[in-house]
């Protein structure tokens, strides 16, 4: 048998060892034009109208920007109305068909619809949270016999706890708590430590035009009287600062009419506020519900 030189073999040699280097351009190959191929269907799929997507963009911002208040839409749902569409917010697409534009119309109520019913779902839910620790903090202080020094209520805030003065809560002219105030707030504290919820002490004067005997104004009194009440949540009560704040409105806000009755005695007092933990946006619907409640 007539042998191969060596020249031979060498050339089929190199010639099998390049086919193998080879063989990973046809994977490589293959796989560019399935990226390309993508690409092209991607870019194909994301191709719109652009005149009719301006007008649609256009539509919605200026129809969700024409919504005035919270108030406005807890208000519908209480009366059981429906709010009706901007009508430019539709017919103002002139762009659109009219079948586009009545699906808009039908996607924007729906939406709206959808938002105030999780407004009113989480403002039932908090009410129902807040009335439970009202009922907590009356007990605490029917308790200890105290549960004529405070009036509670819930408006948008949250639990509004007046520590009102009918047995001199502070005394005139002064930002120290009685005796009576100092059991007040003690009996509240552990019902408060025990909440997750912000609190804010606000601080309040009465509604004579006088000024006080010891501070420059109203404002600095009834500052003074909202810190030293804050001071005995945290060192008394052991309530962490970081849930605390304090505010001073002076004579600004009475509890009730300055015309009745020992309204002077009513309206010099503290309130600590129970903050809800309601979105700013569900807030009003909070303050409806428990109106609505109260009116019931």
Known sequence: MPRRSSHSRLHHEEEGHDAGQERWLVTYADMLTLLCVLFIVMYSMSQVDEQKYNALKSGLSNGFGQ??????????????????????????????????????????????????????????????????????????LRRKGLQDDVQTTIDERGLVVSLVSRHI???????????????????????????????????????????????????????????????????????????????????????????????????KRVDIVVLTQLAPESQPMLGNLAKAEGEA
Request: no cysteine.
């Open 169 to 267: 809560v502070f005394p005139a002219n002064l930002a120290s708590l009685s005796p009576r105030g100092t059991s007040v707030v003690d009996a509240l504290s552990p019902v408060l430590h025990d909440i997750d919820h912000q609190l804010r002490v606000d601080g309040h004067t009465n509604q004579v035009k006088v000024q006080p005997r010891y501070f420059a104004t109203d404002w600095d009194l009834s500052s003074a009287r909202a810190v030293t009440v804050l001071r005995r949540l945290n060192e008394r009560g052991r309530i962490p600062q970081r849930r605390l704040s304090a505010s001073a409105y002076g004579h600004e806000r009475p509890l009730i009419d300055p015309e009745l009755p020992r309204s002077q005695d009513i309206n």
């Open 67 to 140: 919504t005035n208040s919270s108030m406005q839409g807890s208000a519908a749902i209480l009366d059981g109305s429906d709010a009706s569409i901007q009508p430019n917010l539709v017919a103002g697409n002139a762009d659109l068909s009219r079948e586009e534009r009545e699906r808009l119309a039908h996607a924007i109520r729906q939406n709206e619809q959808l938002r105030r019913q999780a407004q009113v779902s989480e403002a039932t839910t908090e009410l129902k949270n807040l009335r439970a620790i009202e009922r907590q903090i009356e007990e605490a």
